[in-house]
């Protein structure tokens, strides 16, 4: 293989953060590195609006955004279903009625198979039901007048909502803070992030809901792979840091480097 200029300093690059990545995932798993992630008051919140909507009797909502599975938002909607899979084996746990809508036909079966993954690891089949996974519309505004029906008809005491939301987003926390529900949403759409902590009671930003399934699982690997990608981003970081003081002291060294 030849490497073209522009692409060797990359490929190396590539292979170091592999490595690193590695390295630390397996520590990780063996136990030889512990990673403990900063409180997120919003995944704590989750047990408490289900445990809240099991006292009244009535269904939790989950959305895991609008996008697709593929795109740049994808990480999102798979970041989602992350966390989607915690919140069946407390559903199931507390018995409560648990509500997956879903606007992108390719996420559906995904989701349903997470929900009924989950009602199986917790000895619950039996509380899954063809409808517990719901596909609304693919059609942005339909979607979310079908959310707001449900939220009408059904009165939801919980809505979670977690992925990637656009213009949607106050649409249905709006919706979910007239019925009284307790609302725990996270995006790392930023531009959406104002709505969901003007109107909802606990906001994942950013980055939050990537870490949202290592954190709610505790798994060692999941855990290794989020400490890893710290690490790699305080090491760009450095990077950048001592580029910007070569080039101040006129110092080329690392831009020749990097166009290699």
């Given at each position: ?33 512990v ?43 798979f ?88 213009a ?31 109107a ?36 760009l ?23 290699k």
């Amino acid at each position: 293989m030849q490497l073209v200029p522009g692409n060797i300093f990359g490929f190396w690059a590539m292979i170091f953060v592999s490595i690193c990545i590695l390295v630390i995932v397996k520590l990780a798993k063996d136990g030889k590195f512990v990673v403990k992630l900063r409180r997120i008051a919003g995944l704590e919140a989750i047990e408490e609006a289900i445990g809240r909507a099991t006292e009244m009797g009535k269904p939790v909502h989950f959305s895991p955004g609008i996008a697709d599975v593929t795109g740049d938002t994808a990480p999102q909607t798979f970041a989602a279903l992350e966390v989607l899979s915690y919140v069946t084996g407390l559903s199931a746990k507390y018995n409560s009625e648990l509500i997956v809508t879903i606007r992108m036909p390719n996420v559906f079966p995904l989701a349903q198979e997470v929900v009924r993954q989950g009602y199986m690891a917790a000895g619950k089949t039996d509380l899954f039901k063809e409808d517990t996974v719901r596909f609304l519309s693919s059609e942005q505004f339909a979607y979310i007048a079908g959310v707001l029906g449900i939220f009408a008809r059904q009165r939801v005491a919980a809505n979670l909502m977690i992925g990637a939301f656009w213009a949607e987003s106050l649409l249905m926390a709006e919706g979910g803070a007239q019925v009284g529900a307790i609302q725990v949403a996270g995006t790392a759409n930023m531009h959406q992030i104002p709505f969901f902590v003007a109107a909802c009671d606990y906001t994942l930003i950013g980055e939050e809901i990537y870490a949202g399934g290592a954190y709610l699982s505790q798994d060692k690997v999941r855990l290794g792979s989020i400490a890893s990608q710290d690490y790699i981003k305080l090491a760009l970081m450095a990077l950048m840091f001592v580029g910007a003081i070569m080039m101040t002291a006129g110092n080329d060294w690392l831009i020749v480097l990097l166009v290699k």
